[in-house]
């Protein structure tokens, strides 16, 4: 543990495994637990924000994902569905509820009559703008404390990691 920071969870946890398996080297568990408990604590943060919206943080990716594929605002299912790396069997029921809401509507696919589009509602575009506006200032309130440079640093880092990881996971 460095001196220069304050203890946290992962540092206990690796403490327990030196005390329990010092033949082991649990290093590896500082940089996975920390990015896993960052994760889940963001996912509250960013949560709490989306539901001012009456949204859910699926809710919100979908509308987002439309949002920034540009004026029409429309995908394919296909498209929305391999873009939020969920199943299609999710994405037709979430497309249902999003639907009743209000938010997106289904529309005739001109490449292809047999398929329908998925395109932001008025309201949804409204809706959306709104929420991410709020979300890149609460994104913004959380990173703050943060120097620039670790910011930077942090962001370049996890780029690292996800080049590694995304071909695995293809």
Same mark, same amino acid.
């Given at each position: 543990?460095?001196? @220069?920071?304050?203890?946290?969870?992962?540092?206990?946890? $690796?403490?327990?495994? &030196?005390?329990?398996?010092? /033949? *082991?080297?649990?290093?590896?568990?500082?940089?996975?637990?920390?990015? #896993?408990?960052?994760?889940?604590?963001?996912?509250?943060?960013?949560?709490?924000?989306?539901?001012?919206?009456? *949204?859910?943080?699926?809710?919100?990716?979908? $509308?987002? %994902?439309?949002?920034?594929?540009? /004026? =029409?605002?429309?995908?394919?299912?296909?498209? !929305?569905?391999?873009? $939020?790396?969920? %199943?299609? #069997? %999710?994405?037709?029921? @979430?497309? &249902? &509820?999003? @639907?009743?809401? #209000?938010?997106?509507?289904? %529309?005739?696919? =001109?490449?292809?009559?047999?398929?329908?589009?998925? @395109?932001?509602? =008025?309201?949804?575009?409204? !809706?959306?703008?709104?929420?991410?506006?709020?979300?890149?200032?609460?994104?913004?309130? !959380?990173?703050? +404390?943060?120097?620039?440079?670790?910011? *930077? &640093?942090?962001?370049?880092?996890?780029?690292? $990691?996800?080049?590694?990881?995304? +071909?695995?996971?293809?």
């Amino acid at each position: 543990m460095s001196s @220069q920071r304050p203890s946290d969870a992962v540092d206990a946890i $690796l403490q327990q495994w &030196q005390r329990e398996r010092p /033949d *082991l080297d649990a290093s590896p568990m500082a940089v996975i637990g920390r990015i #896993g408990r960052c994760s889940a604590l963001l996912r509250r943060e960013l949560e709490q924000v989306f539901s001012h919206f009456g *949204l859910s943080a699926w809710e919100f990716d979908v $509308l987002a %994902t439309l949002r920034r594929s540009g /004026d =029409p605002y429309c995908l394919a299912p296909t498209a !929305l569905f391999s873009a $939020l790396m969920i %199943t299609s #069997g %999710t994405m037709t029921r @979430q497309l &249902q &509820q999003l @639907q009743a809401a #209000g938010w997106v509507s289904r %529309t005739p696919n =001109p490449s292809d009559a047999r398929s329908l589009l998925v @395109q932001l509602s =008025p309201a949804g575009l409204e !809706l959306i703008d709104r929420a991410l506006s709020a979300h890149v200032d609460n994104e913004a309130r !959380l990173l703050a +404390p943060l120097p620039a440079a670790t910011r *930077l &640093q942090l962001a370049e880092g996890l780029s690292a $990691l996800l080049a590694i990881l995304e +071909p695995a996971s293809e």
